[in-house]
């Protein structure tokens, strides 16, 4: 799990003031990125339709949040959304997943 000074608070997001922002995504994943050179904030979302039980969904935060805290170097903003169920996944798929989209915004 992310330390709570890099978590990102979703109810300050406002859609509408805009989040000047990149978004990419694969399959599986969708990444709103937001740069800002000086801070590292992520938060990880994942739907009931995606993931019907708790458990899944907790372990599908819990392996991104993990894999999200190899990209700290980079500064920004991140919301990830996941789109498809991934709780069978190991660490080093969705690192690599998440590797693909970080060049993606660069």
Known sequence: MLPAKNRLKL?????????AI???SNEELT????REPKIFKAAVV?????AP????????KRLVSEALT?????GGEVIVIVKKNI???????????LD???QKVK
């Open 70 to 74: 190899e990209q700290k170097k980079i």
């Open 46 to 50: 994942v739907g009931r339709k995606v």
């Open 11 to 19: 109810s300050f997001y406002d859609a509408k003031k805009g989040f």
């Open 100 to 102: 693909v989209l970080f």
């Open 87 to 97: 709780a069978t996944y190991k660490r080093p798929q969705v690192t690599k997943k």
């Open 31 to 34: 990444l709103i990125y937001r």
């Open 53 to 60: 039980k708790a458990v899944s969904r907790n372990r599908i």
């Open 22 to 24: 990149q978004r990419v």
